[in-house]
Nanobody
Framework: QLQLVESGGGSVQPGGSLTLSCAASGDLYQWYCLGWFRQAPGKEREGVGSIYTNGERGTVIIADSVKGRFTISHANAKHVMDLQMNDLKPKDTGMYFC????????????????WGQGTQVTVSS
């Protein structure tokens, strides 16, 4: 059974940094797409970026809206991916979700098979 477990998140002042982690487990594809989405209250879900990976290495695509501030990388454990967020702004506030699929399309997971439980990020002074 596929499972995505997120960790990290919290509250930070503008200009600060946070790292979210997503650990994938279960019956994983040899190569898969792991992506991050976020949703602010009253707004549509927005894709943040993705990594096409075998759990240890992969190709990262970051959405234009956060390019230069956010990045996705592998953590020190296999099948754990980090979303590093720098220079955070109030508009980055929202619930962040990781998602798993067999393939990426347009820089995001296509045909999501599993979602993380979500973690809240709040940026305010």
């Amino acid at each position: 059974q596929l499972q995505l477990v997120e960790s990290g998140g919290g509250s930070v002042q503008p200009g600060g940094s946070l790292t979210l982690s997503c650990a994938a487990s279960g019956d994983l594809y040899q190569w898969y797409c792991l992506g991050w989405f976020r949703q602010a209250p009253g707004k549509e879900r927005e894709g943040v970026g993705s990594i096409y990976t075998n759990g240890e290495r992969g190709t990262v695509i970051i959405a234009d809206s956060v390019k230069g501030r956010f990045t996705i990388s592998h953590a020190n454990a296999k099948h754990v991916m980090d979303l590093q967020m720098n220079d955070l702004k109030p508009k980055d506030t929202g619930m962040y979700f990781c998602a798993y699929s067999m393939a990426c399309s347009g820089g995001l997971p296509a045909g999501v098979r599993a979602w993380g439980q979500g973690t809240q990020v709040t940026v305010s002074s």
